[in-house]
């Protein structure tokens, strides 16, 4: 049984899911063949391509995507942004947070694996009045006046 969804592109993406370990912009971009691929048959408007993309992106991601929940897109249906924007801020938000996974395992990581040397042992110290003899001159006896 095959559902009728207007043309067999509009169907593909419709259907289409984030793979997983597909990055979003990778998603994106299979989805925006897709899509135009619909439009040139008719089942898409120009007019509703940036609506019906933001859609599917935020339907067919996978579930709880920091991506997609730090660019806030769910909340940005009603005024979705272009192709063009929209790749651009999920490109620069996958570079940030790959950044800050490589600065966290950089952090997380001991400094170095060689061990510490070994401090040597305290050496025996003359007492600090042995120290002082040599640098106190002798006065002479006083002399009764």
């Given at each position: 049984l095959?559902?009728?969804?207007g043309t067999e592109h509009y169907c593909k993406f419709l259907n289409s899911r984030q793979q997983r370990g597909?990055?979003?912009s990778a998603y994106i971009?299979?989805?925006?063949?897709?899509l135009q691929r619909a439009v040139m048959r008719g089942a898409v408007t120009a007019e509703q391509m940036d609506q019906t993309r933001?859609?599917?992106v935020v339907r067919g991601t996978q579930y709880q995507n920091p991506i997609l929940l730090h660019l806030r897109l769910r909340e940005r249906q009603e005024?979705?942004?272009?192709?063009?924007?929209?790749?651009?801020?999920v490109r620069e938000e996958e570079e940030r947070q790959a950044a800050s996974k490589c600065w966290e395992?950089?952090?997380?990581e001991p400094a170095s694996t060689m061990p510490l040397p070994m401090?040597?042992?305290?050496?025996?110290?003359?007492d600090a009045c042995s120290l002082l003899e040599p640098l106190t001159p002798v006065l002479?006896?006083?002399q009764s006046v």
């Amino acid at each position: 049984l095959k559902l009728y969804c207007g043309t067999e592109h509009y169907c593909k993406f419709l259907n289409s899911r984030q793979q997983r370990g597909e990055k979003i912009s990778a998603y994106i971009q299979r989805l925006e063949r897709l899509l135009q691929r619909a439009v040139m048959r008719g089942a898409v408007t120009a007019e509703q391509m940036d609506q019906t993309r933001l859609a599917q992106v935020v339907r067919g991601t996978q579930y709880q995507n920091p991506i997609l929940l730090h660019l806030r897109l769910r909340e940005r249906q009603e005024h979705p942004p272009s192709y063009s924007q929209l790749i651009k801020e999920v490109r620069e938000e996958e570079e940030r947070q790959a950044a800050s996974k490589c600065w966290e395992a950089q952090t997380l990581e001991p400094a170095s694996t060689m061990p510490l040397p070994m401090a040597s042992p305290p050496q025996s110290r003359p007492d600090a009045c042995s120290l002082l003899e040599p640098l106190t001159p002798v006065l002479p006896s006083s002399q009764s006046v």
